[in-house]
């Protein structure tokens, strides 16, 4: 059965850092977002993504994050500079239809 | 703002009876309403889903049930079992292929 696979598992980095999260969606989906879940609260929306732009952000989406869709597999997440707040999972999911289908997860932890 | 909220942070079953998850919902515009299950560590799993032109869809042991006039819907299992135990998220989105607006979700778990 095809899954959204999402690398790494697990991601430490100091505050100021960068870091790329990594998806593989669905190789026939078309449509693409990420989410995320701080510890204890519930799955917020960050982006959508449709014909290699973003359709859609959240407040939350401000200009330390981006996406891209590089090499017409791969879709990356960037956090330019992190801060302690950005501590959270990280899910990536791509849609056919109205239903999502969601990677396994990045946690992301910021110290 | 709680546009999905799923009002019982946990629920506990016996295994064999049935599970009900509830959720309610404030945007009349979402136009689908699904339910996913969550594993800790993992991301979550679609389970069902139901179109605001029905108000009931039924795969297995699963069947969700919408009462759009009362902007509620609901998550029946049975029977209920071990496997069962997770975090069941309920979300809503405008039409297909836009976002999902999520509740925070009840973790249900299944007493053998």
Redesign the interface.
Known sequence: EPEVTQTPSHQVTQMGQEVILRCVPISNHLYFYWYRQILGQKVEFLVSFYNNEISEKSEIFDDQFSVERPDGSNFTLKIRSTKLEDSAMYFCASQVNTEAFFGQGTRLTVV | DQQVKQNSPSLSVQEGRISILNCDYTNSMFD?F?W?KKYP??????LI?I?SIKDKNEDGRFTVFLNKSAKHLSLHIVPSQPGDSAVY?C?A?GR??????????TRLTIIP
């Open positions: 689908y699904l996913y560590a993992e991301g979550p799993t679609f889903s179109s998220f979300a989105s297909g292929n836009e976002k999902l607006t999520f509740g925070t979700g």
